[in-house]
């Protein structure tokens, strides 16, 4: 009964966070329905201010069509309320979130589960990495961090704080080595100590796209040589901050590496966190996880529900 109890105490404190990491995009879609439907007809000039509402709040022209075409179908020319309207976009953008909110759920049975984390500078890579050692580490797994980064001195340093942080070993090597040899050293040491999970970071420098995509293929690559299954996962890391622009960011890393999922950052510092629904209905990767702040707990699985109700400002 107490577990139950701390459970729903966990999981109401994540919502309240949640809620309030969402409250800049909420209230920029929600003020702009509450001036639009104070009590009206659903007839089309409302319809396109509606769609013009969603565009703008970072849903994307593709999706914000989806979803007045909805709305059309099962209220067109009826009276509605921005209450209503709330209601119905929660609803529909939950089905299309659904499908993507898969939980990360390593597979340990060929030790170690190898995750390479990708992403441009300054969308919260290391960070992330720490977040997950920290969650992983307190299920009783045992964790080693590797600073695939080679290109930044800063991010070697930052990753070895969070290794103390977390109590977990990080291999690291000097500033311009080789990143893919340092991943395999990682591998075999990983491999040497039954760890469960090895966690690779890597550089995130669009500046040289061939240099780098030549870089996670070769990661790849090494590890392929001892590992054939390996890397299991491979996610990209987004700043919601950045909005449409993290669209491109899935593109260009997708043609470097096979990206097997999403972790969506920075949310509490967005009024853009309607660009998860854009993400979820043009390229269908899993969102695993999202960010609302810098605090280990901050870092969460994705849940479609919480999140759509969240974004229109409804109680979840």
């Known amino acids: 009964m107490s577990d139950k109890k701390e459970n729903n105490s966990d999981n109401k404190s994540w919502l309240t966070r949640l809620k309030k990491g969402l409250s800049s995009s909420s209230s920029k879609i929600t003020k702009n329905i509450n001036d639009l439907f104070i009590k ?35 209220r067109y020319d009826k009276e509605i309320t921005s209450a209503e309207i709330k209601d119905i976009l929660a609803s529909e953008i939950t089905k299309i979130l659904e499908p993507v909110a898969i939980p990360l759920k390593p597979n340990f049975d060929n030790l170690p589960h190898v995750i390479v984390i990708c992403g441009v500078n300054g969308v919260g890579k290391t960070t992330t990495i720490g977040k997950l050692a920290q969650i992983y580490k307190s299920s009783g797994k045992k964790v080693i961090l590797a600073a695939g980064d080679t290109f930044r001195a800063a991010a070697i340093e930052q990753l070895k704080i969070w290794g103390e942080k977390t109590n977990c070993p990080v291999i ?7 990143a ?18 090895l966690l690779i970071d890597t550089a995130g420098r669009l500046q040289n796209k061939k240099e780098l995509m030549a870089e996670l293929q070769k990661i790849n690559r090494v590890i392929q040589k001892v590992e054939p299954t390996a890397p299991h996962s491979c996610l990209l890391i987004l700043d919601a901050t950045t909005g449409q622009n993290t669209h491109t960011q899935v593109e260009v890393f997708s043609d ?3 990206i097997t999922g999403l972790i969506i950052t920075k949310l509490d510092g967005s009024s ?3 660009v998860i629904v854009s993400l979820a209905g043009i390229f269908g990767l899993p969102v695993h996880a999202i960010g609302v702040g810098e605090q280990l707990e901050d870092l969460q699985p994705f849940d479609a529900r ?3 109700k969240s974004l229109l400002g409804l109680e979840n």
């Open 172 to 178: 690291a090597t000097e500033i311009g080595k080789d």
């Open 40 to 74: 009206r007809k659903l007839d089309a000039t409302a319809l396109e201010e509606l769609e013009e509402i969603l565009i703008t709040s970072d849903l994307g022209i593709t999706t914000a069509s989806h979803l007045i075409e909805s709305i059309r179908a099962s």
């Open 256 to 258: 470097m590496i096979n």
């Open 272 to 274: 853009k966190g309607g």
């Open 306 to 308: 919480d999140f759509a």
């Open 180 to 197: 893919a040899s340092l991943a395999f050293e990682a591998y075999q040491q990983a491999k040497s100590e039954q760890a469960d999970i």
